[in-house]
């Protein structure tokens, strides 16, 4: 058995490419193109991608993008002073501060700050809140991304056994919640759980977000599972040379699995069209705009 590749950047360019034509439609009705916030605090060269490509996607889809560039000492109070303004600023619909931060800066009490309704990240206790009983709210974007690439491959969930690896508040939680919202069986492990490889065995449904290079190989996995590698790992290689591997031994596992994202390529593209897609439900929301249910 060679797995089916889970084409993260045809499904992530085909849900922008919708953004983009509601975001059209958005701008006749309003008057006003949805806005993005996008705060970046020090020079992590990761992080600076990430806001590069935000950014891009953002005016890509006729959204408004603002960034803001911090220096890495700046303090947490000028840093919240920075949030509570775009927090009131009408053209801003979507605030987003990259992680990590530094050191010496909360990253708790900063996302406790951000706007609640401006929260596009879905990170505030409030969403969080919301998500996990079942209200209308700001989901994560690496766990929504994820439902849609399932919901895609797989039609209804249903029944289905997933097990998540990982228990972080921004991946490993938030999947689960939309996993029990789909009313699948749902497991959280995470590199502590006994016996983790016969846990995963059991599943139809594999979510891996553990931030291991290659810890979940081919013999963990019921033979036809869809595998989700949430993970992104950057490993050194020969000259210097590096290269992105996933949490999945990628080799073995699309020897097993029935469906598997790759790394890159996968999850990656749909959380940033995710967080697009959430600014403008977001802005929708603020201008009492109906939105299709699809987008």
């Not at 193109?33 to 889809?61: C, F, I, N, Q």
């Amino acid at each position: 058995m060679v797995a089916r590749l889970i084409d993260g950047k045809a499904a992530a360019a085909a849900l922008r490419a919708n953004i983009s034509a509601e975001v059209a439609k958005f701008r006749v009705a309003t008057g006003r193109a949805p806005g993005l916030a996008v705060v970046l605090v020090g020079e992590d060269p990761a992080s600076s991608v990430y806001v590069r490509s935000k950014g891009k996607a953002t005016t890509e889809a006729g959204m408004l993008s603002f960034e803001h560039k911090l220096p890495a000492e700046i303090s947490e109070g000028k840093l919240i002073d920075l949030i509570e303004e775009l927090n009131t600023d009408p053209a801003v619909d979507g605030i987003l501060v990259q992680l990590p931060l530094p050191d010496h800066i909360d990253p708790n009490q900063v996302i406790l700050a951000i706007d609640p309704e401006k929260d596009v990240d879905g990170f505030h206790p409030i969403n969080a809140g919301r998500l996990a009983i079942g209200l209308t709210g700001f989901v994560p974007c690496t766990p929504l991304g994820c439902i849609k690439l399932l919901k895609a491959e797989l039609g209804d969930l249903k029944g289905k056994d997933a097990v998540v690896i990982g228990r972080s508040n921004i991946v490993g939680k938030p999947m689960a919640q939309l996993l029990l919202a789909e009313h699948c069986t749902v497991t959280i492990a995470h590199s502590r759980t006994r016996d983790l490889p016969d846990v995963v065995r059991r599943a139809n449904i594999v979510v891996a977000a553990v931030g291991r290079p290659g810890m979940i190989s081919g013999d963990w996995l019921k033979p036809g599972a869809t595998v989700i590698d949430v993970g992104i790992n950057r490993l050194a290689g020969e000259g210097g040379n590096s290269h992105l591997t996933g949490d999945v031994d990628f080799a073995s596992a699309s020897q097993v699995a029935g469906a598997i994202t790759p790394v890159p390529g996968g999850v990656g593209p749909m959380t940033i069209a995710c967080l697009i897609r959430n600014t403008l439900v977001s802005a929708a929301r603020r201008d009492g705009y109906d939105l299709p249910e699809e987008t």
